[in-house]
Every structure is written in C-alpha cells, then in structure tokens.
Nanobody, 126 residues
Framework: QVQLVESGGGLVQPGGSLKLSCAAS????????IAWFRQAPGKEREGVAY????????YYPDSVKGRFTISRDDAKNMMYLQMNNLKPEDTATYYC???????????????????WGKGTLVTVSS
C-alpha cells in the first residue's frame, strides 16, 4: 500500500521550533522529488520547501527561507521539515508530497502530484 504519513505537528510558541517527519511506504522515496506544502484555513495550499531526488538542490519561498530546512533519508524512506523561529502566520496543516518530476512538483498543478500525505497540524500561538 502506497502512503505518506506525517508526524510531529503540534502547538508551539512564536519563536519556537518543530521538526516534522514523513514516512513513505509502498514505494522508493529516493526515486522522487519531495516537498512540503501547507494550507491555512481559507487559503490555498502552498509549497514551502522542495528538494530533488538527485543533486540535492533545494528551493524555499521567501516566506520561510532561512527558517525552514527540508531533508531526506532515503535509506529510511523518510523526509523531514525542520522549522525554526516560527511565526503565527506559519499556522497551517502541513503536507508532505512526492512527485517523479522536481520541475512539475514546483511549478505544476498540485492535483497532479503523485503522492500526498494526509497532513499534520502546526499551530503557532502564545
């Protein structure tokens, strides 16, 4: 059974840190580009971190650059998102994703993404 399962979400104070994990099963994560997306209530899903399956290139939008770090452990079929200096506007449900094409993952229709997790809620509040 192919699935992605996120964990690590929760409540954190502004300025705090969280590390999200995503476990892949049923396929070889190392063959795919991966990304983390988030969706806040009433807003569209947006990508916050991307990395390739091959050369390790990464991309972050300005809203999280310098605060978020995406990583992967292909030997364990795992991916991660380290989030530092969290802000209230980071509050959202976070989703991991895997797609065969890095370019399409970054620029294509999210409805075409190969695999999605079901999400984990991150709340940043004092």
């Amino acid at each position: 059974q192919v699935q992605l399962v996120e964990s690590g979400g929760g409540l954190v104070q502004p300025g705090g840190s969280l590390k999200l994990s995503c476990a892949a099963s049923g396929f070889t994560l190392g063959d795919y580009a991966i990304a983390w997306f988030r969706q806040a209530p009433g807003k569209e899903r947006e990508g916050v971190a991307y990395t390739t399956s091959s050369d390790g290139a990464k991309y972050y939008p300005d809203s999280v650059k310098g605060r978020f770090t995406i990583s992967r452990d292909d030997a364990k079929n795992m991916m991660y998102l380290q989030m530092n200096n969290l802000k209230p506007e980071d509050t959202a449900t976070y989703y991991c994703a895997a797609h065969y094409s890095y370019y399409q993952l970054r620029t294509g229709d999210i409805n075409d993404v190969n695999y999605w997790g079901k999400g984990t809620l991150v709340t940043v509040s004092s």
